[in-house]
């Protein structure tokens, strides 16, 4: 693969796409699963994702190319990437949208805590630190004890754990395989996975919905394209900070298109979850710049 030259606006320009169509994921996962169980909107988005990466997987060269040495170690990535989509669509449909990504940016926190416990990355005070700040931002949200809590703020949280055991396995995925590859095997392995609970929760979609459901595959499936072609162009130091830019625009979209009123409670501890990533990215090392 040729190195890319580094280019922060080029960069930047493709991180607000990928934040563009991962809040466009978000928008189309709520309307689609008013008239449709999760189950078959995670096949659908799969399947019909899986066509729309064909033009990438000749480029590459065929299906040919995409065979790969470390089929189970994909199996891993997505079984757990799968059951955090599922649980993220879930709580799509029970809690306000600024909560759920809110809350999914702990996922960060449960990485590092796994990176430590099983692939020996040193836990600094900068990341304990971190840790510390986004679990008592979670707190904050969820106020456990409370009688406001809700069981879509526990679903998501979930998620986010078992995204960060996604990530830990992804990390180790991009050290052999291409992006396009990890995708390629990602909608195959997820389209297997699901297939049978899709099928005993069949129906068939109203016209009216068709255009979300091919929204959140190409949203769902070209937000991370777009995320590694901006991590190509600069270090993930620079690039995956602008992610928290997520977090109040899900807050404007939530009260634009749901009418959903942000409570202090919430801004409070997404505040404190984004200052102990940012608090942690500030002085780490940067990285040379590499895709994927």
Not at 95 to 114: K, S, Y
């Amino acid at each position: 693969m040729s190195e890319t030259r580094p280019n922060s606006l080029k960069a930047a320009a493709w991180m607000l796409a990928s934040i563009a169509l991962l809040l466009l994921m978000a928008v189309s996962g709520r309307a689609t699963t008013k008239e449709l169980n999760v189950f078959q909107v995670m096949e659908m988005r799969s399947v019909i994702a899986f066509f729309m990466l064909l033009p990438f997987v000749y480029r590459e060269g065929g299906f040919r190319a995409m065979r790969t040495r470390i089929l189970f170690s994909h199996i891993v990535r997505n079984g757990a990437h799968y059951v955090g989509q599922f649980l993220w669509l879930m709580g799509l449909t029970m809690i306000p949208m600024a909560q759920v990504i809110a809350i999914e940016f702990t996922a960060p926190i449960w990485t590092a805590l796994m990176a430590a416990a099983f692939l020996g990355e040193k836990l600094t005070w900068r990341k304990s630190l971190a840790i510390l700040l986004g679990l008592v931002g979670v707190i904050i949200i969820v106020r456990p004890g409370g009688t406001t809590i809700n069981p879509g703020q526990l679903v998501v949280l979930g998620a986010a754990f078992v995204f960060a055991v996604s990530f830990i396995t992804t990390k180790a995925l991009t050290r052999r395989d291409s992006a396009t590859k990890i995708i390629f095997w990602m909608l195959i392995i997820q389209s297997v996975i699901g297939f049978t609970p899709a099928l005993n929760v069949w129906v068939w979609p109203s016209v009216g919905l068709w255009p979300w459901i091919f929204l959140i595959a190409f949203s769902g499936t070209f937000a991370h394209f777009c995320m590694a072609k901006a991590l190509s162009y600069a270090d993930a130091t620079v690039v995956m900070p602008m992610d928290y830019l997520r977090v109040p625009l899900s807050a404007v979209i939530g009260y634009l298109l749901y009418a959903e009123a942000i409570d202090v409670f919430t801004a409070c501890g997404a505040a404190l979850i984004l200052a102990g990533n940012l608090f942690n990215l500030r002085r780490n090392k940067p990285l040379p710049a590499q895709a994927a």
